[in-house]
């Protein structure tokens, strides 16, 4: 054990450049970078950190999250790989991955062994152990729709732990990872029960529209999102962005309403308890911010949520872009614009 603590120690990267590791691509760097492959070098790692009371921030493929300036700390990476059927019968399968896998791979390979339910998801960026954090959704599907629980180390203790999905308190893009029980868990694995048989969803609208007269087998919706995204949204490769910045903010009914009489073409989603979820993109196109480009970052003007990084070095740069347009959207709408990646880092 104490030969393998030197060898993870020995793979401790101090000063180390993050440029690589965020999808926006600005310069950040961390106090101390390790990637982990296994529960061993894990756990370990936690216990360095514990002994040199080091603040622990946790990373996996970096499409949600914006590293600014210097994170003082550790940053571990969780790149824990492989996955085990755990039972199965002629109309379920129920298996559990580990938190360092693609999640793009994984539904591609879901498909190639014909579970189905995740092609809606196709095409997010990201790692499984993400997915449970903002309850990664798209098209209609949602990570809940799928997740029966998730494995995790508490960091407070290094307890392993099983979550149940249902004390998750996955909601539209949140979960207990990002609210109440922020930065207290490192997810390892994530359990999922699948569909033996094809079970297509296509009821999103933009989805049904591309699908008429054609087969809605789960390849072709997977095809067909995959093509949509790409229409909709610049590739993080070529143009650095973490997708949508904002979330789509929840309001009453009674505040719907009002805006709905000064905005008839308001676009709005109904949600339970008398709230009313308004599409974001809509209120930054009729605010105008469609294009808008300043200090290197540009406002995508296909779709307005995304923010991409032409040539801004820093970070603050973003985040100053962001925080003009919540004013402008607060100012004429009233509603407060929350941001969707993590933030870490002292810029
Ligand atoms: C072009 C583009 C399109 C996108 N489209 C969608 C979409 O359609 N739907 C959608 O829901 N999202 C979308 N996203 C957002 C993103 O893909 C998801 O949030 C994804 O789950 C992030 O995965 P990641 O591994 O990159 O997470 P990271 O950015 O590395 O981390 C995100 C957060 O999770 C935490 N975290 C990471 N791994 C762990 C772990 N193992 N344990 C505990 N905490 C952890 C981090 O600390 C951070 O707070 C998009 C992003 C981009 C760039």
């Given at each position: 054990m104490f030969l393998k603590q030197l060898v993870m120690?020995?793979?401790?990267?101090h000063n180390y450049s993050l440029r690589q590791h965020h999808f926006m691509r600005t310069h950040a760097q961390a106090d101390y970078f390790i990637r982990v492959d296994n529960m061993v070098d894990l756990v370990a790692a936690l216990k360095y950190a514990r002994r040199k009371k080091l603040a622990v921030y946790l990373l996996g493929a970096g499409s949600n999250t914006l590293l600014c300036g210097t994170i003082h700390g550790i940053v571990i990476q969780i790149a824990l790989c492989g996955y085990q059927v755990t039972h199965s019968n002629g109309r379920w399968v129920w298996v559990t991955v580990q938190?360092?896998?693609?999640?793009?791979?994984w539904v591609d390979l879901c498909l190639a062994h014909g579970w189905y339910g995740l092609e809606n998801m196709a095409g997010i960026p990201g790692s499984i152990g993400a997915a449970p954090i903002q309850n990664i959704g798209a098209y209609g599907s949602e990570l809940s729709?799928?997740?029966t629980s998730v494995q995790a180390i508490q960091l407070s203790n290094g307890h392993v732990v099983n979550i149940k999905a249902s004390e998750c308190e996955f909601s539209y893009r949140n979960s207990i990872f990002k609210s109440s029980h922020r930065h207290q868990y490192i997810i390892t694995a994530i359990s999922l029960r699948l569909h033996r048989l094809p079970h297509p969803q296509y009821h999103y609208p933009a989805l049904r529209k591309a699908l008429l007269h054609r087969p809605r087998h789960p390849r072709i919706i997977r095809n067909t999102v995959l093509r949509i995204r790409r229409s909709k949204l610049p590739h993080p490769q070529l143009e650095p962005n973490l997708g949508s910045f904002f979330h789509n903010p929840i309001i009453s009914t009674v505040q719907y309403k009002q805006l709905r009489s000064r905005y008839p073409n308001i676009v709005a989603w109904p949600q339970a308890d008398h709230f009313v979820k308004i599409s974001a993109a809509w209120l930054l196109d009729q605010d105008g911010w469609?294009?808008?480009?300043h200090?290197?970052?540009?406002?995508?003007?296909r779709q307005p949520l995304v923010l991409i990084n032409h040539y801004a070095e820093h970070s603050s740069a973003i985040l100053h872009c962001a925080e003009q347009i919540r004013r402008s959207i607060l100012e004429r709408f009233n509603i407060h614009l929350s941001i969707e990646p993590a933030c870490y880092g002292d810029a």
């Open positions: 120690q020995a793979q401790i990267k938190a360092g896998e693609n999640w793009h791979q729709d799928f997740c469609k294009g808008y480009s200090n290197g970052i540009q406002i995508n003007a």
